[in-house]
Nanobody
Framework: VQLQASGGGLVQAGEALRLSCVSS????????MGWFRQAPGKEREFVAA?????????RYADSVKGRFTISRDNAKNTVYLEMSSLKPEDTANYYC???????????????????WGQGTQVTVSS
């Protein structure tokens, strides 16, 4: 499986962005996808995740709940992260990751994800 993230950019506080993560290869092995982010000097943190084994389930970090939405377009092998009301503290490199373990609840630990994309930078100015 290969993952390609895109959609990052420079925006002002309060604006929106949509990140995309396109998967290729053995995509049938993917049971869920997650978004993580890492700001300079900080540890990587969970942002949002989605699973579709036995129904769709989503999880969000408290810091983005109500502002970010994760979704999936199965036909395009793409997972999206719609980000609205962006804040300067959302500035980070955003990574998508694929989970190959069937779960009814998305995983929040990075170690649960087998494959990672290259990251896309999001910068929010105040």
């Amino acid at each position: 499986v290969q993952l390609q993230a895109s959609g990052g950019g420079l925006v002002q506080a309060g604006e929106a962005l949509r990140l995309s993560c396109v998967s290729s290869g053995r995509t049938f092995t993917i049971d869920g996808m997650g978004w993580f982010r890492q700001a300079p000097g900080k540890e990587r943190e969970f942002v949002a995740a989605i699973t579709w084994w036995r129904g769709t389930s989503r999880r969000y970090a408290d810091s983005v709940k109500g502002r970010f939405t994760i979704s999936r377009d199965n036909a395009k092998n793409t997972v999206y992260l719609e980000m609205s009301s962006l804040k300067p503290e959302d500035t980070a490199n955003y990574y998508c990751a694929a989970d190959s373990t069937p779960r009814t609840v998305p995983a929040v630990l990075g170690s649960s994800y087998r494959t990672w994309g290259q990251g896309t930078q999001v910068t929010v100015s105040s």
